[in-house]
T-cell receptor, first 115, second 115 residues
Framework: AQKVTQAQTEISVVEKEDVTLDCVYETRDTTYYLFWYKQPPSGELVFLIRRNSFDEQNEISGRYSWNFQKSTSSFNFTITASQVVDSAVYFCALSGSGNNRKLIWGLGTSLAVNP | EPEVTQTPSHQVTQMGQEVILRCVPISNHLYFYWYRQILGQKVEFLVSFYNNEISEKSEIFDDQFSVERPDGSNFTLKIRSTKLEDSAMYFC?????????????FGPGTRLTVT
């Protein structure tokens, strides 16, 4: 069975702090995909990143970076120099390949960045 | 930039009534999905649709639910007899066909309130 665990339900930081959101996944698939989505207070789901199981390179996009480690089944997300606009719920999700494309979601981490 | 649209943004209905939630996926996408998010909870997969048929559905997607692609653009979710517990945000998503890059793009959601 596939499962995504986001152990941190809420995180509160002060602006300009770095913050890491943890994501641990379980799957028996050899090919799978990991995602992060952002849900701001307005409610929409904003795609941030996709990683496939064969690509363990870390990725950096501006203040965002992602650390994928198959050995620990983790796909952590770091925001550097956080800003108030980063306040949102962040979801980690997992999908298989082929016909198994549904997204399995973690419970989300609510991030509050305070001025 | 192409986007997924959903109507209405908010639907209020009485228990037992039928509702139809509408989605217009991105035009060249071939996979379509419905997810729901009960307030404050995680996002849950309902159903995926490809080549004019359901490719996968969750245990939530019982006989009260149905999906349809009545024309070349719309993708609808029908709930035949709504229950109080159907109150949630319903998200439509679409993705391209095969290949490594098939992240799901989400619409803004329809908030369904069953009274």
């Amino acid at each position: 069975a596939q499962k995504v665990t986001q152990a941190q339900t809420e995180i509160s930081v002060v602006e300009k702090e770095d913050v890491t959101l943890d994501c641990v996944y379980e799957t028996r698939d050899t090919t799978y995909y990991l995602f992060w989505y952002k849900q701001p207070p307005s409610g929409e789901l904003v795609f941030l990143i996709r990683r496939n199981s064969f690509d363990e390179q870390n990725e950096i996009s501006g203040r965002y970076s992602w650390n994928f480690q198959k050995s620990t089944s983790s796909f952590n997300f770091t925001i550097t120099a956080s800003q108030v606009v980063d306040s949102a719920v962040y979801f980690c999700a997992l999908s298989g390949s082929g016909n198994n494309r549904k997204l399995i979601w973690g419970l989300g981490t609510s991030l509050a960045v305070n001025p | 930039e192409p986007e997924v649209t959903q109507t209405p943004s908010h639907q209020v209905t009485q228990m037992g009534q039928e509702v139809i939630l509408r989605c217009v996926p991105i035009s060249n996408h071939l996979y379509f999905y419905w997810y729901r998010q009960i307030l404050g909870q995680k996002v849950e997969f309902l159903v995926s649709f490809y080549n004019n048929e359901i490719s996968e559905k969750s245990e939530i997607f019982d006989d009260q639910f149905s999906v349809e692609r009545p024309d070349g653009s719309n993708f609808t979710l029908k709930i035949r007899s709504t229950k109080l517990e159907d109150s949630a945000m319903y998200f439509c998503a679409s993705s391209e066909s095969d290949g490594a890059y098939y992240e799901q793009y989400f619409g803004p959601g329809t908030r369904l309130t069953v009274t």
